[in-house]
């Protein structure tokens, strides 16, 4: 079946701009997550999505930082006014029901900022 | 002490090794524990998920021991089809939002 689908794969941007990168969950998962992953690091969790509940944003590092969830399921994060340091890989993951759960994760959208 | 924490490695070891990794973790209240494996450029991809009395899965064995906090991953018999980053994901009882480890590095070889 359909995995989790992330675009796009790859992006270039100058610094200064925005950009919006965005994941398709697997179809009936309710919960929803965005991660950084920079060379060589662990994931840094950004943003959790669960249902129609508040989303977590315990994990976005600046205010440049923004996510919605339509309709329970594509999630688009994007980044304003782009910053060197936000180069990284950003990867979605969705499960079930909650993080608890196996995770299945996207391939992942590679950002960097010139 | 972090919340999670691995050996960065790299493990390098010959084909058909048996290999241990460790994963060390802080929050006693944690109540879920896997194992993820993450190839070069490639998104994490579920191991397996480890249980309190320890499971196996062919030539994979993970074990619990809530004692001392911490899990642990047991290869055997390995294989250069193996070589990759091994993620330990804790969750903490309670809590929706699963804590990576940085990864352990193995590099298996002819």
């Known amino acids: 079946g359909a995995g989790v689908s992330q675009s796009p794969s790859n992006k270039v941007t100058e610094k200064g701009k925005d950009v919006e990168l965005r994941c398709d969950p697997i179809?009936?998962?309710?919960?929803l997550y965005w991660y950084r992953q920079s060379l060589g690091q662990g994931l840094e969790f950004l943003i959790y999505?669960?249902?129609?509940?508040?989303?977590?944003k315990s994990g976005l590092p600046s205010d440049r930082f923004s996510a919605e969830r339509t309709g329970g399921s594509v999630s688009t994060l994007t980044i304003q006014r782009t910053q060197q340091e936000d180069s990284a890989v950003y990867l979605c993951?969705?499960?079930?029901?909650?993080?608890?759960?196996?995770?299945?994760f996207g391939p992942g959208t590679r950002l960097l900022v010139l | 002490r972090k919340e999670v924490e691995q050996d960065p490695g790299p493990f390098n070891v010959p084909e058909g090794a048996t290999v241990a990794f460790n994963c060390t973790y802080s929050n006693s209240a944690s109540q879920s524990f896997f194992w993820y494996r993450q190839d070069c450029r490639k998104e994490p991809k579920l191991l397996m998920s480890v249980y309190s009395s320890g499971n196996e899965d062919g030539r994979f064995t993970a074990q619990l021991n809530r004692a001392s906090q911490y899990i642990s991953l047991l290869i055997r018999d390995s294989k250069l089809s193996d070589s990759a980053t091994y993620l330990c994901v804790v969750n903490k009882g309670g809590s929706y939002i699963p804590t990576f480890g940085r990864g352990t590095s193995l590099i298996v070889h002819p």
């Open positions: 179809s009936g998962h309710t919960a």
């Open positions: 999505f669960q249902g129609n509940s508040a989303p977590d």
């Open positions: 993951a969705s499960s079930l029901r909650w993080g608890g759960e196996t995770q299945y």
